[in-house]
């Protein structure tokens, strides 16, 4: 089994920037693609961004431009830097894992860490 374990969510001011961080631990099979959804209030998730092992990259349109997703293979730890963020990107963001290499990684989760951003 695969444990997915986020950190570096809090609140913020519109503008500011913030990094998430997932670790995927308890497994020896190779993660392929890793990525982060989030949740807002109300509204269905959706996914932000996911990466494969190889680097390749979606994002939502929303947060194209704004938000780096980044991974450390060695280390199965995939990154979301946050910038310019707006008052919508409050949501609870989940990181998401599989041993496919899809955009939309969906085997594995974390249990999702609060990001607010105020106006």
């Known amino acids: 089994q695969v444990q997915l374990v986020e950190s570096g969510g809090g609140l913020v001011q519109a503008g500011d920037s913030l990094r998430l961080s997932c670790s995927a631990s308890?497994?020896?099979?190779?993660?392929?693609?890793m990525g982060w959804y989030r949740r807002a209030p109300g509204k269905p998730r959706e996914l932000v961004a996911a990466?494969?092992?190889?680097?390749?990259?979606n994002y939502a349109d929303s947060v194209k431009g704004r938000f780096t997703i980044s991974r450390d293979n060695a280390k199965n730890t995939v990154y979301l830097q946050m910038s310019s963020l707006k008052p919508e990107d409050t949501a609870v963001y989940y990181c998401?894992?599989?041993?496919?290499?899809?955009?939309?990684?969906?085997?594995?989760w974390g249990q999702g860490t609060q990001v607010t951003v105020s106006s």
């Open positions: 308890g497994s020896r099979f190779k993660i392929n693609a």
């Open positions: 990466i494969t092992r190889s680097g390749n990259t």
């Open positions: 998401a894992a599989e041993s496919g290499g899809s955009y939309y990684p969906n085997d594995y």
